[in-house]
């Protein structure tokens, strides 16, 4: 019986693997959720003895261990907890997003050539706006000048 609880767990936690490679976060959740319960099977198998129940044992009887079976129900719950944080992680990056896929990061250069390009399209705007505010003033100085000839040419 114990190789079974050990392939099952073998599997579970094969499984719990693959998923954890995947690119989409819900496999990633589910991969987590199948390790812990590999995890919560192994300790099950490990702690499989006949016994009577620990709190009141009568003599010459054996009498089963009660800590595997506490680790049991605190890895059930620590399982429960990392499931139900994960879940609302990925809903929320869902809702951020719109994708529940894995983005790949980008390399370090990529990034700095980034913000390059968005440093500089902001400088080329300005760039823009100061040519068209200086042709602006010149056609305003030009049109004084022809104003202030006009009044000189014209007695009073």
Not at 54 to 79: K, R
Not at 100 to 119: F, G, H, I, K, W
């Amino acid at each position: 019986m114990n190789l079974a609880f050990a392939s099952a767990a073998a599997v579970l936690f094969g499984g719990g693997a693959f998923l954890l490679l995947q690119r989409d976060l819900l496999r990633i959740v589910a991969g987590v959720a199948l390790i812990s319960q590999a995890a919560t099977l192994t300790l099950i198998g490990v702690s499989r003895s006949r016994g009577q129940a620990p709190i009141a044992p009568e003599a010459d009887l054996p009498v089963s261990d009660p800590l595997p079976q506490a680790l049991t129900l605190t890895a059930l719950v620590i399982g429960l907890a990392t499931l139900a944080l994960l879940l609302s992680m990925v809903d929320r990056l869902v809702v951020v997003f719109d994708t529940a896929y894995q983005q790949p990061v980008p390399d370090e250069e990529e990034d700095q050539q980034e913000d390059q390009e968005a440093d500089q399209q902001p400088d080329q705007e300005a760039d823009q706006e100061a040519d068209q505010m200086a042709d602006q003033k010149a056609v305003r100085t030009a049109g004084e000048d022809q104003h202030r000839q006009r009044a000189e040419e014209q007695p009073p």
